[in-house]
Nanobody, 124 residues
Framework: QVQLVESGGGLVQAGGSLRLSCAAS????????MGWFRQAPEKEREFVAT????????HYADSVKGRFTISRDNAKNTCYLQMNSLKPEDTAVYYC?????????????????WGQGTQVTVSS
């Protein structure tokens, strides 16, 4: 089992920045990749970004490219999502997730473990 705890959410004005953290514990040696997803009110949960644990390969949703940066600290088993130039449409609950095996990392089904989510609200 892998446990995930997100932090860093909050309220920010449009154009501002936030950094989300996701700390993993438990069977972290089995982690292949970590991803961030988000779910806005009355919308489906969507892919935001992902990073492989070994090689650090990253992939982003088109809507956040150039504004968000995903990174990881293997020693701390922690993944980060730096969010800059935030827009009101970025308002959502943000979830981190771990995939234990390779796959299409933009798909939710690839991920085995999920955090509880952290709220990000961007005011206009």
């Amino acid at each position: 089992q892998v446990q995930l705890v997100e932090s860093g959410g909050g309220l920010v004005q449009a154009g501002g920045s936030l950094r989300l953290s996701c700390a993993a514990s438990g069977r972290t040696f089995s982690n292949y990749a970590m991803g961030w997803f988000r779910q806005a009110p009355e919308k489906e949960r969507e892919f935001v970004a992902t990073i492989t644990w070994g090689g650090g390969s990253t992939h982003y949703a088109d809507s956040v490219k150039g504004r968000f940066t995903i990174s990881r600290d293997n020693a701390k088993n922690t993944c980060y999502l730096q969010m800059n130039s935030l827009k009101p449409e970025d308002t959502a609950v943000y979830y981190c997730a771990v995939a234990s095996t390779p796959g299409r990392l933009s798909l939710q089904d690839v991920y085995n473990y999920w955090g509880q989510g952290t709220q990000v609200t961007v005011s206009s």
